[in-house]
T-cell receptor
Framework: DAGVTQSPTHLIKTRGQQVTLRCSPK?????VSWYQQALGQGPQFIFQ???????QRGNFPDRFSGHQFPNYSSELNVNALLLGDSALYLC????????????FGSGTRLTVV | GQQVMQIPQYQHVQEGEDFTTYCNSS?????IQWYKQRPGGHPVFLIQ?????EVKKQKRLTFQFGEAKKNSSLHITATQTTDVGTYFC?????????FGSGTKLNVKP
């Protein structure tokens, strides 16, 4: 049990569609970060949410957006899907100000066809 | 672009041999973390290094943070088949984490 729950585990979408991925952080964690991991690559930082606001953002286009809810859970939305968006999307939770590692979820495998 | 470079990309060793992976950053890092990802799994946090020149050990694993806080290494002594997986470093700079591309370790029994 990773402590971080992501849904769905797998998803197939058509190019041009929109997708929403969900994440529930580990109990006690208040910060959620999203990463994109292409096959054979390291995770790439998309953005981080704390107190329902985006705190930091990586080099991803505006097609990638997110939201954090009062219960600290989070959503990642991707619009106008491209084939290149196919990847494993990882959610990682942590406690703000406590820099001792992220707890990652098992990820959502998104395939765009 | 990616700010943390990690080498080697792959390493195949015989069980009992040692293994080392290296990370280098183009900028000074506030800290560096190491993760292990098993095939088909998600990254699992191993350790964090914060101080310049810091060395930490976890059983057969030794982690080092360079004096300039721009490089780090993970050394595994006497590898076992359970060590198989991809090892990632993740350096923090200005509140963002930059993952290396990982070193995939294969251990032959």
């Amino acid at each position: 049990d990773a402590g971080v729950t992501q849904s769905p585990t797998h998803l197939i979408k058509t190019r041009g569609q929109q997708v929403t991925l969900r994440c529930s952080p580990k109990s006690g964690h208040d910060t959620v970060s999203w990463y994109q991991q292409a096959l054979g690559q390291g995770p790439q930082f998309i953005f981080q949410y704390y107190e329902e606001e985006e705190r930091q953002r990586g080099n991803f286009p505006d097609r990638f957006s997110g939201h954090q809810f009062p219960n600290y859970s989070s959503e990642l939305n991707v619009n106008a899907l491209l084939l290149g968006d196919s990847a494993l999307y990882l959610c990682a939770s942590s406690i703000v100000g406590v820099r001792y590692g992220y707890t990652f979820g098992s990820g959502t495998r998104l395939t765009v066809v | 672009g990616q700010q943390v470079m990690q080498i080697p990309q792959y390493q195949h060793v015989q069980e009992g041999e040692d293994f080392t992976t290296y990370c280098n950053s183009s900028t000074t890092l506030s800290n560096i973390q190491w993760y292990k990802q098993r095939p088909g799994g998600h990254p699992v946090f191993l350790i964090q290094l914060v101080k310049s020149g810091e060395v930490k050990k976890q059983k057969r694993l030794t982690f080092q943070f360079g004096e300039a806080k721009k490089n780090s290494s993970l050394h595994i002594t006497a590898t076992q088949t359970t060590d198989v997986g991809t090892y990632f470093c993740a350096g923090e700079s200005f509140n963002k984490f930059y993952f290396g591309s990982g070193t995939k370790l294969n251990v032959k029994p």
